[in-house]
């Protein structure tokens, strides 16, 4: 009887635990900034080839290592790229999509004027 009330505790904990949902992503809870947001987002998924010392060998000549580099690059460029839209260029080319909450937080960052600070 004990094992049995047991197994529908543990089986019940499982079964709330596989329910749960991740948190939305709510880019409006606070300001999208390159320096608290975007840059980190760059910085662990863009720059291994989009830096300052190896654009030009495997970025495409894309140098993403300053806010003011990424801010002249064509927005619907960027934008169409990491959300993989069929026709553009996918990046990263390899490994996985960006988040979508990350792509959110970057078209934010792009929609509100790019804000630096």
Same mark, same amino acid.
């Given at each position: 009887? !004990?094992?049995? $009330? !047991? *197994? %529908?505790?543990?089986? $019940?904990?499982? @079964? /709330?635990? +596989? #329910?749960?949902?991740p948190a939305p992503c709510d880019v409006d809870a606070q300001p999208v900034t390159y320096a608290a947001v975007v840059s980190p987002i760059f910085d662990a998924r863009c720059r291994?080839?989009?830096? #300052?010392?190896? @654009? ?6 894309? /140098?993403? #290592?300053?806010?003011? $580099?990424?801010?002249?690059? =064509? *927005?619907? %460029? ?6 993989? %839209? =069929?026709? *553009?260029? @996918?990046?990263? =080319?390899?490994? #996985? +999509? !960006?988040? /979508?909450? /990350?792509?959110?937080?970057? @078209? ?6 790019? =804000?630096? +600070?």
């Open positions: 009887m !004990l094992g049995s $009330a !047991l *197994a %529908v505790l543990v089986s $019940a904990g499982c @079964a /709330d635990s +596989k #329910s749960e949902q291994a080839c989009h830096g #300052s010392q190896v @654009a030009n060998s495997m970025g495409g000549g894309n /140098d993403f #290592s300053t806010y003011e $580099a990424i801010k002249r690059f =064509p *927005a619907n %460029v960027l934008l169409n790229s990491i959300r993989q %839209v =069929p026709g *553009a260029r @996918a990046m990263p =080319p390899v490994g #996985s +999509k !960006l988040s /979508d909450c /990350d792509i959110e937080r970057i @078209a934010r960052w792009i929609s509100t004027g790019y =804000p630096e +600070k």
